[in-house]
T-cell receptor, first 118, second 112 residues
Framework: ETGVTQTPRHLVMGMTNKKSLKCEQH?????MYWYKQSAKKPLELMFVYNFKEQTENNSVPSRFSPECPNSSHLFLHLHTLQPEDSALYLC?????????????????FGEGSRLTVL | AQSVAQPEDQVNVAEGNPLTVKCTYS??????LFWYVQYPNRGLQFLLKYITGDNLVKGSYGFEAEFNKSQTSFHLKKPSALVSDSALYFCAVRDGRGQLIWGAGTKLIIKP
């Protein structure tokens, strides 16, 4: 138990569906992240939120839409995805954003949401 | 360009033998280096980090890593491997913008 909970763990959706991934952290952290993990590739940072304000968007297609209503919750809204978007989506949190001088890089990850787009 | 390389897709080690998982990096400035582990069907877990100080860093589960500035390497080591160490291991370095640059991962298989 890392203190970061992701739901659902598995999701299968068609290209025309709309779905959402949810992440909740119980660690009192101020920064939250969405990563995409594909087999045999480095983790791809998608979005970063610090104190619920978006600070990074790594050229992610608009079919992925993040939402951070507060420092404990992070959503990833999915719409008209493509089969190549199938991957493991990981949420992470950190006490301090990595951009800040105190951000030393220790991230706490959820177990991920395995997304399959048909 | 800033990057992290994990040259081995897979490392096979017999239980009880020492293990090494390799990582080299390229980053401007002083590197902050990390190792994370991912067990099957789980998220990543932090293992250890090097920020400054002693080049030999000790972490969780008996792992350690040695920072070598001249070789720009940060290899992960353990003196005696356990079957339960079988997992995917990721090396990462913090760049000047505060983002983590990740390696592609090394699958470690420990055979009984």
């Amino acid at each position: 138990e890392t203190g970061v909970t992701q739901t659902p763990r598995h999701l299968v959706m068609g290209m025309t569906n709309k779905k959402s991934l949810k992440c909740e952290q119980h660690l009192g952290h101020n920064a939250m992240y969405w990563y995409k993990q594909s087999a045999k590739k480095p983790l791809e940072l998608m979005f970063v939120y610090n104190f619920k304000e978006q600070t990074e968007n790594n050229s992610v297609p608009s079919r992925f839409s993040p939402e951070c209503p507060n420092s404990s919750h992070l959503f990833l809204h999915l719409h008209t995805l493509q089969p190549e978007d199938s991957a493991l989506y990981l949420c992470a949190s950190s006490q301090v954003s990595l951009r800040e001088s105190g951000g030393t890089g220790e991230l706490f990850f959820g177990e991920g949401s395995r997304l399959t787009v048909l | 360009a800033q990057s992290v390389a994990q040259p081995e897709d897979q490392v096979n080690v017999a239980e009880g033998n020492p293990l090494t998982v390799k990582c080299t990096y390229s980053v401007s400035g002083n590197p902050y280096l990390f190792w994370y582990v991912q067990y099957p069907n789980r998220g990543l877990q932090f293992l250890l980090k090097y920020i400054t100080g002693d080049n030999l860093v000790k972490g969780s589960y008996g792992f350690e890593a040695e920072f070598n500035k001249s070789q720009t390497s940060f290899h992960l080591k353990k003196p005696s491997a356990l079957v339960s160490d079988s997992a995917l291991y990721f090396c990462a370095v913090r760049d000047g913008r505060g983002q983590l640059i990740w390696g592609a991962g090394t699958k470690l298989i420990i055979k009984p």
